[in-house]
C-alpha cells in the first residue's frame, strides 16, 4: 500500500500526482533513514542525569516526509528517559492540515491514561501538535523541534512543497492537502492557532542552521526559545537536541508544579 493510501485509509486510484507524492515521501523517508542512521551513529545519547528522568505517555510527532524509523533515535532516548513513547506519522505531513490535526487530536486522547500526554513534535507536526492543543486535545506540556509557525517567515523550500502538495490534492490526489488549505475555510482553526497561545508549557527549540524552515519562524512569543546547533533532520537525532528535549520535559513539570501550587 503506499503512503497516500495509508493517509487515505485505504485503495485510491492511480495518478501522476499520486506519484509525485508518494515519490516525495519515499525520498523523505530514505532521507530520515540515512541521516538518522549517521548521524546518531555519530551522536551518542548524552550522559542521563536524575533531573532529566520523567514517565508517562508522550506522543513523538513527525513532520512531512517522517517515517517511524525517523523517529527512532529520539524515540529511543526518550524511552530511556521513561517515557512511554508513540510515535506519530499519519500521513507524513502531506494531507489537510485540518484534518492532520484531528487524526493527532485522537491520537493523544488514545494515549492519554488520565493526566494529559507530554508532546515532542518536529518541523511541521509541531504545527500539528500546537493546533490540537487548541482544538482541546489532553496534552501536559509541547516540545517542538524546527517547527515554523510565522508562515510569512517561512522560506522558499517550504512554500515550494506546499505548492507542490496543493496543486496535487486540488487535481484531485486522495489525503493531499489542497490550495484550499492555504486560505479556507477547512484549515482556518489551524492557521490562527499558530501565532495563538498554547495554554501549556511550550518550549521551541530551534537550530541558525536550518535549511529547511528559517529559524525565525520558529521564534515563538508564547514559548520559551532554546537555540542549539546541528541541521533540521538533527533535531532529531543529534546529542544537544536531545539534550535540549529532555531538559524542556524537566522544566515543564516543574512549571507545571508551579502553576498547581500557585492554584491551589
Known sequence: MSTLEAAAGGSVAES????????????????SLVSGALLHRGQPDPPLRRAWLGGGPLVLVGGFGTTDAGL??????????????????????????GRS?????RSL??????????VVAHSRGGQ??????????????LVT?????????LGLPVLGLAAVLGTAGTLGVPGAATLGC????CCADFRTALRGAVGVPFTSVFTRRDRVVPWRSSQDPHARNVEIGGSHLGLLSDTDAKRAVAAALAAHEGERAVREANAG
Open 145 to 153: 523541534l524546527g517547527s515554523g509557525f510565522d508562515l510569512y517567515r
Open 128 to 141: 500539528f501538535a500546537r493546533a490540537a492543543i487548541a482544538a482541546g486535545a489532553p496534552v501536559r506540556g
Open 72 to 97: 527512532r533515535p529520539m524515540q529511543r532516548w526518550l524511552g530511556r528517559l521513561g517515557y512511554d513513547v508513540t510515535p506519530h506519522t499519519v500521513g507524513v505531513g502531506m494531507a489537510c492540515g
Open 101 to 105: 490535526v484531528e487524526a493527532l487530536r
Open 182 to 185: 492555504l486560505r479556507g475555510p
Open 16 to 31: 501522476p500526482g499520486a506519484g509525485v507524492l508518494d515519490a516525495l515521501a519515499a525520498l523523505g523517508t530514505r532521507l
Open 109 to 118: 486522547e488514545r494515549a492519554d491514561t488520565g493526566e494529559g500526554v507530554h
